[in-house]
């Protein structure tokens, strides 16, 4: 079975950083597809920034040169660097993976991270 787990997420204070990683296990034939998507209590979830197995890479307006997304295909992990964070970067951050499994090819989510900046 494919799962996502996510980690780094906290509370941290207007300016500063913090780096957030997804880690894919199970079953995995091939990583995709890799997206860092963030939902803000009575908001729709809007994709942050994404990564391709090639390395070419999105960010939305908002978070760019502040985010970075990188990613380590040895380990089957996506990272989320966030440098000089605002208060509203607040919010719960998910992963999402275009992974091809055992026979199947699906996307797939974390469970989330709370990121909370304070002014």
């Known amino acids: 079975q494919v799962r996502l787990v996510e980690s780094g997420g906290g509370l941290v204070r207007a300016g500063g950083s913090l780096r957030l990683s997804c880690a894919a296990s199970?079953?995995?034939?091939?990583?995709?597809?890799m997206g860092w998507y963030r939902q803000a209590p009575g908001k729709q979830r809007d994709l942050v920034a994404s990564i391709t197995s090639g390395g070419s890479t999105f960010y939305a307006d908002s978070v760019k040169g502040r985010f970075t997304i990188s990613r380590d295909n040895a380990k089957n992990t996506v990272y989320l660097q966030m440098n000089s964070l605002k208060p509203e970067d607040t919010a719960v951050y998910y992963c999402?993976?275009?992974?091809?499994?055992?026979?199947?090819?699906?996307?797939?989510w974390g469970q989330g991270t709370q990121v909370t900046v304070s002014s």
């Open positions: 999402k993976a275009d992974i091809e499994g055992v026979g199947a090819r699906a996307f797939y």
């Open positions: 199970g079953s995995i034939v091939n990583l995709n597809y």
